[in-house]
């Protein structure tokens, strides 16, 4: 088994998933700049649904 450079064992040992980041630098920049933007969009989507939600929610909002 070969030993793995210091800095990708310390950042393993850190949680950094290396597999990931792998998989990821092997698509292309259009690939990965895609997923950006439909991860970018869900949280834009996801952070109207919460203002929604607590602008229905008048007494969740005031108990924070």
Known sequence: MDQLDPALEEARRAGIDLDLLDSNLALTYEQRALRHE???????????????????????????
């Open 38 to 64: 439909s991860a970018l969009e869900l949280v834009l989507t996801l952070r109207e649904a919460r203002a929604a939600y607590e602008k229905s929610q008048p007494a969740a909002s005031e108990a924070r």
